[in-house]
């Protein structure tokens, strides 16, 4: 069983940066593969980045490529999203989701652990 706590959300001017963390106990992380995904009010889950616990390949939704970086330090049991040139409709609550597989997918109905999420706040 892993748990896992978000941090770094908040309120940032449109074009700004945050990097969110997610900490995650258990001495086995290096076996899980992570995966980021936010929601808004009002609109569903989605997925945004995973990395995968094989050998570290990422995926990214569409809405992020190029902007978002995802990354893990499996010696401080952390995994990272760094968000740049964030847009107003990057608001959300992002959440981090574990689950013990080798392959990265965004679909949350995968993943057994979650966070508590983080809220970020995109201002126009």
């Known amino acids: 069983q892993v748990q896992l706590v978000e941090s770094g959300g908040g309120l940032v001017e449109s074009g700004g940066s945050l990097r969110l963390s997610c900490a995650a106990s258990?001495?086995?992380?290096?076996?899980?593969?992570i995966g980021w995904f936010r929601q808004a009010p009002g609109k569903e889950r989605e997925g945004v980045s995973c990395i995968s616990s094989s050998d570290g390949s990422t995926y990214y939704a569409d809405s992020v490529k190029g902007r978002f970086t995802i990354s893990r330090d499996n010696a401080k049991n952390t995994v990272y999203l760094q968000m740049k040139s964030l847009k107003p409709e990057d608001t959300a609550v992002y959440y981090c989701?574990?689950?013990?597989?080798?392959?990265?997918?965004?679909?949350?109905?995968?993943?057994?652990?979650w966070g508590q999420g983080t809220q970020v706040t995109v201002s126009s």
């Open positions: 989701a574990a689950d013990h597989r080798e392959l990265c997918v965004l679909y949350g109905s995968e993943y057994d652990y």
């Open positions: 258990g001495r086995t992380f290096s076996g899980y593969t």
